[in-house]
């Protein structure tokens, strides 16, 4: 079932206009983000994207928040299903599975014409940052949907088993080994981008929105790239997060270099 795209450009009841920057992870922030569609005009919001549960599989770059966000915004995404394309096939992941590969992550024929279309403007030379610009305006989405950074900046899940990447922790393993902390790859390799750099110092910026996605595998990644912390405290905006973890809010800045242990009640990822 496809997600209903919002159309309205209606306005709060003030008839004040309404700019927002917004941090995300995938499923849960995308729903909040549609729902500001109906108060705001689209132009004027801005997503700063998790890209800490990324990853390359069968050779493709899968990012799996950022195409989340873009799919509900663009109105194509399985809202059913929680992620991937509405109306899709699997013969590409039908045909892996008779050449025997593993097929533990899910790609279906849509999805897949988009990771090789990043692909293909990655070995062009673009940024991550400037392929997120191109793939929202070629699926007419107009909001801005920025990257956390362009690195690879990987969030790692410290388990009784061993350090697992997300994806394999969250999807392989189905989040059985215990997870004892997390290690995010933006410190000391993201940088924050210019692009980012505007959407908070906004002198019109009339909120941020910590939106309601994992605190500890959506959230913090974004806050452990360097800066970004320090430029929310001293944003121009009131920060709103409706989020299941109050300490997610930043007020000052967090210490760096050493991994998070994990929450004692785990939270759903999004």
Known sequence: MSTNKKSSNTKLSSGKKLRITAL????????????????MDPADLTAIVNTGDDFEHRGLPICPDLDTVLYTLAGVANTEQG???????WNVQAEWQALGLDTWFQLGDRDIALHLHRRELQS???????????????????????PMCDEPAPTAVLTEQGEMSFQEYFVKHRCRPVARGFRYGAEGR??????????????????????????????????RVPELR???VRAPAPIVAPNCDPAAVPTVPAPRGSA??????????G
């Not at 992620?83 to 096939?89: K, L, Q, T, V």
């Not at 062009?124 to 920025?146: D, F, H, K, N, Y």
């Not at 998070?260 to 990822?269: F, I, L, M, Q, Y």
């Open 190 to 223: 993201g940088a924050l981008t210019a692009e980012i750099r505007r959407a908070l110092e906004d002198e019109h910026l009339e909120g941020i929105i910590l939106c309601p996605s994992n605190p500890y595998l959506s959230v913090e990644p974004i806050l």
């Open 124 to 146: 062009q030379g673009m940024t991550l940052t400037q392929i997120a610009r191109i793939l929202a305006l070629e699926m007419r989405v107009p909001s801005g949907l920025l």
């Open 24 to 39: 995300a992870g995938g499923v849960g922030a995308s729903k909040l983000l549609l729902g500001l569609y109906d108060v």
């Open 230 to 232: 320090e430029l929310l």
């Open 260 to 269: 998070t242990p994990a929450p004692r009640e785990p939270c759903g990822a």
């Open 83 to 89: 992620w991937g394309r509405a109306n899709e096939s």
